[in-house]
């Protein structure tokens, strides 16, 4: 197999069903040579199954030591935190995974301070991406958090509602939080090449079911808890092993990204926006669309920001008017 680079990848988390899911999907795509699995718990049962797989041309390690893990890391992907159970929202998981968020990315600065990009995909990931690029001292375009899977709920959901293949399914964004605050845009998106407008308000698709359709999106994650008993595992890996491809060269990844945000209108806050996520980082432009999308893009961004500023009240970061003391990069 011919691999995108020989650089370290260290998936953190990889003892759990997320993180050896990216294991073996990173190991499938080609992405390195250099697997690094990290986790409290140790992951060397994962090494073993992926050694096992026959993936015999890559150097699989695993360990508890993060001295060793993030020694010489290149690439990180974290699910290294709490996972949501029924009932839960990502926001009640918001202070002991930032905790967790904080003393990644101390670990970060201290151990692999060099590292090109980290993916974080552990809910609330807005937050939890917010707090590890504080503590990281990285660039801005060098954390992203998991935001694609909303828009593909999205696309899926569509592309069962009118009987086609996903990629007949286009323009699908969701933008804002990752979570049930998120704007869901449909003003783009093109079923098998006809505009989604065209459709909402007819017989075929009323108005009323368009608005329950988003409803539902928002709160994709809850009904995979409902059918599968446990939160999502298969969707997030993937679409985050697509995300730290991207980076190392691969193919541009196809979805918003959660990103560092501070402009005019949006400051110092991570949320998804319509981003480049390519070889060269994280690039963002601000979401185009109706009215009404961007009230709610704006509602989402509010929410935000009231997390925010409870993990001020709560200690785990400083005041804003702090924060390029701790990275110069914000």
Not at 21 to 28: E, T, W
Not at 37 to 45: A, C, I, Q, T
Not at 94 to 105: D, H, S, T
Not at 141 to 151: E, F, I
């Amino acid at each position: 197999m011919k691999y995108l680079t020989n650089e370290k990848l260290v998936i953190v988390g990889a003892a759990g069903m997320i993180g050896s899911n990216m294991a073996q999907s990173a190991l499938m795509m080609g992405l390195t040579t250099n697997l690094c699995l990290y986790d409290v718990f140790s992951p060397e049962g994962v090494a073993e199954e992926m050694r096992q797989s026959g993936f015999d041309d890559v150097n699989i390690t695993a360990t508890t030591d993060v001295a060793e893990a993030f020694k010489d890391a290149k690439y990180i992907i974290s699910s290294g935190g709490a996972p949501r159970k029924e009932g839960m929202t990502r926001e009640d998981l918001l202070a002991g995974n930032c905790k967790i968020a904080e003393e990644l990315g101390k670990n970060i600065k201290t151990y692999c301070p060099d590292v090109k990009h980290v993916v974080i995909i552990f809910n609330p990931a807005d937050l939890t991406g917010l707090v590890t690029l504080l503590y990281s001292g990285l660039k801005p375009g060098q954390v992203t958090t998991l935001a694609g899977l909303d828009s593909t709920r999205l696309q899926n959901a569509l592309a069962k509602k009118f009987g086609v293949m996903m990629n007949e399914v286009t323009g699908c964004a969701t933008y804002g939080g990752h979570g049930e605050q998120m704007a869901v845009f449909g003003s783009a998106v093109k079923i098998a090449g006809k505009p989604l407008t065209d459709l909402i308000g007819t017989a075929e698709f009323p108005a009323e079911e368009w608005e329950q359709m988003k409803k539902d999106v928002t709160q994709g994650g809850a009904a995979i808890i409902k059918l599968r008993g446990r939160s999502s595992f298969q969707s997030p890996s993937y679409l985050s092993v697509e995300m730290i491809r991207s980076v190392m060269g691969g193919e541009t990844f196809r979805y918003p990204a959660g990103t560092y945000v501070s402009n005019e209108k949006y400051n110092h806050i991570m949320m998804a926006m319509d981003t480049v996520l390519d070889a060269k980082g994280c690039s963002y432009k601000m979401p185009v669309g109706t009215p009404e999308e961007i009230a709610k893009l704006d509602a989402s961004y509010e929410h935000l920001c009231k997390m925010r500023d409870e993990l001020v009240t709560l200690n785990i970061v400083p005041a804003i008017s702090e924060w390029s003391s701790i990275n110069p990069n914000l």
